[in-house]
C-alpha cells in the first residue's frame, strides 16, 4: 500500500489525525534541534507538572498502584530519559562519518539520521505513562510526529495522556486515542512509517501481521518467561530480597519481572524459606499496604486464579505468603505466592504469569541450568545472581536473552545509555537513549564523489586496463 494512502474502513477517528499528522510531517520533514529540544521540554513538564494527577490516574485504573511505584517506575524513568536524550541529542542528529575503501577515494561517505516521519505507539496498560511517555522521547528526538493508542484497561490515565498531550505539545505534534481491542487492531493497519507496540507475544504476531500489509516497519517489546537462575555460593538472602523487590513491585504485572526462579536441589528449600522472609519483611500487610499494588482487573484475577488451580492439579505445592493472614477477597489484591515441585506442562510454567506467582525450578548442575534455558523460548529479561565471573562469563555467552541484570533486577531497563528490546518471541528491535534515537531515523547513507576521481577507468568501452585494475580488485 502507497504510504500515502490509508485504508477506508477505518474510522475517521484515526484516519483524520493521521492525514493532518502526515501532512505536518511532509511540511517540516526535518524539525531543527530547537524545536526537538522544545518538544522534549513539553514531555518533561507534562511527566512533572501533572504528577500528582499522574499518581491518581493510575491508581484509579487499577483500583490500588502503589504511589511510590509510579512515581519510581514510572515518571523517574520517563524524567530521566528525557534529561538523557536533551543532553545527547545534538551529537546523534549530526551526521556520522563512515570510512571509504581505498579504492574509491577520494570519495566521502556519511550517514545521515532523518525522521522517518508518523510513529504509531501502542501502550499497554501495566505502565502506560512509561511506556508512552519513553517511546515518544526516542519517537519526537528523531524529528518524528507520533499517533498513540493507550490501553482500554487505563481510561483515566488514557484520558489524561489525550488531555496533557494536547496542551503541552498539540494535536500538530501528537494524537493520542484510546478504544477497544478492535480499534487497537485498527490502529495497526495505518501505514505509519514506524510502529511500535508493547505487549503479549501473542497480540505482537497480529500487529506484525497487520503492519506487513503497508511493509510498516515494527518494534515489538513482548514478553515472555523471563528466569532468574541462583548459583551456589551467593548468599540466598540477598537473592531472595533482589527476586522479591523485582517479581512483587506492580504486583508482578512488568514484562521484565522475574517469572520464575532457578535455583540448586540442595537450596530449593532454603531459597524458599529466605524468599517467604523477604516478602514478609517487604509487605507485612496486604489489604491495607499502600506499598501492594492491586492487580489490573477481575479478569487478570480470574487467570492467575486460573493458573494456580492449574498447577495444583499438576502437583505443584503452593505456598500463599500472606504474613498478616488477612482475608484478600474485594480487595483486588493477590497474595504473593511460592510454586514448589510444578511440573513442566503446567500452565504456570508455559505461559509468562504476569502476576505475583514464582515458581520454583531445581537444577542439579549448572550444564543443567543453561540446557534448561536453552530449551525454551529466548525471554525478554535474564537475572544470574554469582560472585564467580567464569560461570558469569559461560553463562552471558551460551544464553540468550534481551537484556540482563547480574545479582539484582530490573536495573538494566533503567540504563538510558543501553539499548531495551527483545529477541525472538520476546520482542523484535529496542529503543531507549541513542539506540531508540536510531530506531526512529532513517540512517541515509550519503556517498559524495569528489570533483577529481579515478571511476572513469572503470567505464565503457572496457579495455586492458579495466582488466589490470580488476585482476588487482580481485586478489
Request: aromatic share 8%; hydrophobic share 45%; proline share 7%.
Amino acid at each position: 500500500m502507497d504510504r500515502e494512502t490509508t485504508d477506508p474502513a477505518l474510522p475517521a477517528v484515526m484516519l483524520e489525525p493521521f492525514a493532518h499528522l502526515r501532512a505536518q510531517a511532509v511540511h517540516t520533514p526535518y524539525p531543527a534541534l530547537a524545536e526537538r529540544l522544545q518538544w522534549l521540554s513539553a514531555l518533561r513538564a507534562m511527566a512533572l507538572d501533572g504528577e500528582a494527577r499522574w499518581v491518581d490516574a493510575v491508581a484509579s485504573d487499577f483500583g490500588h498502584r502503589s504511589p511510590v511505584e509510579t512515581r519510581m517506575l514510572e515518571l523517574f524513568p520517563a524524567v530521566a530519559g528525557l534529561r538523557h536524550t536533551q543532553r545527547h541529542l545534538m551529537r546523534w542528529m549530526r551526521p556520522r562519518r563512515r570510512g571509504v575503501d581505498l579504492l574509491f577515494m577520494p570519495a566521502r561517505n556519511r550517514v545521515i539520521p532523518q525522521p522517518k516521519g508518523v510513529v504509531g505507539i501502542m501502550v499497554p496498560w501495566n505502565y502506560p505513562i512509561y511506556l508512552t511517555l519513553g517511546p515518544l522521547t526516542a519517537a519526537l528526538a528523531a524529528g518524528n510526529r507520533a499517533m498513540v493508542k493507550m490501553s482500554e484497561f487505563t481510561p483515566a490515565t488514557g484520558e489524561l495522556m489525550r488531555e496533557l498531550a494536547d496542551k503541552y505539545l498539540g494535536r500538530d505534534v501528537i494524537s493520542v486515542l484510546d478504544g477497544d481491542a478492535q480499534q487497537a487492531s485498527q490502529f495497526s493497519r495505518l501505514p505509519f512509517d514506524h510502529l511500535l507496540f508493547t505487549g503479549s507475544t501473542a497480540v505482537g504476531r497480529l500487529v506484525m501481521r497487520a503492519a506487513s500489509d503497508n511493509l510498516t516497519p515494527v518494534t515489538l517489546e513482548l514478553g515472555g518467561k523471563s528466569p532468574a537462575l541462583v548459583l551456589p555460593g551467593y548468599p540466598l538472602e540477598k537473592a531472595a530480597e533482589r527476586i522479591a523487590f523485582g517479581k512483587l513491585i506492580n504486583a508482578g504485572q512488568t514484562c521484565i519481572a522475574p517469572d520464575y526462579v532457578l535455583v540448586h536441589t540442595s537450596q530449593r528449600d532454603a531459597f524458599a524459606a529466605a524468599y517467604a522472609s523477604a516478602v514478609a519483611r517487604a509487605y507485612p500487610t496486604l489489604v491495607a499496604n499502600p506499598d501492594y499494588s492491586a492487580v489490573i482487573n477481575d479478569r487478570h484475577r480470574r487467570r492467575l486464579g486460573e493458573l494456580l488451580d492449574d498447577a495444583r492439579a499438576h502437583g505443584a505445592v503452593v505456598r500463599e505468603i500472606n504474613p498478616a493472614g488477612e482475608d484478600l477477597a474485594g480487595s483486588g489484591k493477590l497474595a504473593p505466592a511460592l510454586l514448589l515441585e510444578v511440573a513442566d506442562t503446567a500452565r504456570v510454567l508455559q505461559e509468562e504469569i504476569f502476576g505475583p506467582l514464582l515458581p520454583v525450578v531445581s537444577y542439579d548442575s549448572l550444564n543443567d541450568a543453561v540446557d534448561y534455558l536453552n530449551a525454551r523460548p529466548r525471554p525478554l529479561a535474564m537475572y544470574v545472581f554469582d560472585d564467580d565471573n567464569r560461570r558469569l562469563s559461560q553463562i552471558l555467552a551460551c544464553t540468550h536473552a534481551g537484556g540482563v541484570t547480574l545479582n539484582d533486577t530490573m536495573l538494566h531497563i533503567a540504563q538510558d545509555d543501553l539499548p531495551f528490546g527483545g529477541i525472538g518471541p520476546s520482542g523484535m528491535g529496542s529503543y531507549h537513549g541513542r539506540d531508540g534515537f536510531d530506531t526512529f531515523s532513517h540512517l541515509k547513507a550519503v556517498c559524495t564523489q569528489a570533483r577529481l576521481n579515478g571511476t572513469g577507468l572503470i567505464r565503457p568501452p572496457y579495455g586492458r586496463a579495466v582488466s589490470a585494475l580488476l585482476r588487482f580488485m580481485l586478489r
